[in-house]
């Protein structure tokens, strides 16, 4: 099945890509891999969900953010590729969850992101992954997202 298509039949909807907040771009390509900057939890055509997890948001807010980063990951790597179906393998993502001191359970946030990969990408979404917390993410986004993915 098509990856587009798996989207769909997930109900799943990909968002417009958004432009850099800085002096960056969106994605470096070396060789046949894909290094993807930071991406926020903006909904689509909505607002940036920010603030922090275990304080403004629960647990369960910050899995929804770390979902809406998965699914910008995906437009970005369209945009840039053209086609989905050209991911052979998503290597790796790292999360930043703007988050408490004392909240400890990153993982369970950044679960939202992996989820939404391996649904779209299944077996080739599999990937290694870090989830960090920290005390404050660019414009008070709830979560932050990179990847590093392998393409045909």
Do not use: W
Request: hydrophobic residues 45%; proline residues 5%; aromatic residues 4%.
């Amino acid at each position: 099945m098509h990856v587009e298509a798996r989207m769909a039949g997930n109900g799943l909807i990909m968002p417009e890509v958004g432009a850099p907040k800085g002096n960056y771009v969106g994605v470096v390509q070396v060789g046949n891999l894909l290094f993807l900057a930071g991406h926020l939890p903006q909904v689509p055509g909505g607002p940036l969900l920010t603030g922090k997890v275990g304080a403004e948001n629960s647990l369960e807010k910050g899995y929804e953010a770390a979902k809406l980063c998965g699914l910008n990951i995906c437009a970005t790597l369209k945009n840039h590729l053209g086609d989905l179906d050209r991911v052979k393998r998503v290597v790796k993502l790292v999360g930043f969850v703007n988050c408490v001191d004392t909240f400890t359970q990153q993982p369970a946030v950044m679960n939202g992101c992996s989820d939404i990969i391996v649904k779209v990408f299944g077996e080739k979404g599999k990937h290694a992954r870090s989830a960090v917390g920290t005390n404050a993410l660019p414009l008070g986004g709830a979560v932050e997202v990179e990847a590093i993915v392998e393409f045909e």
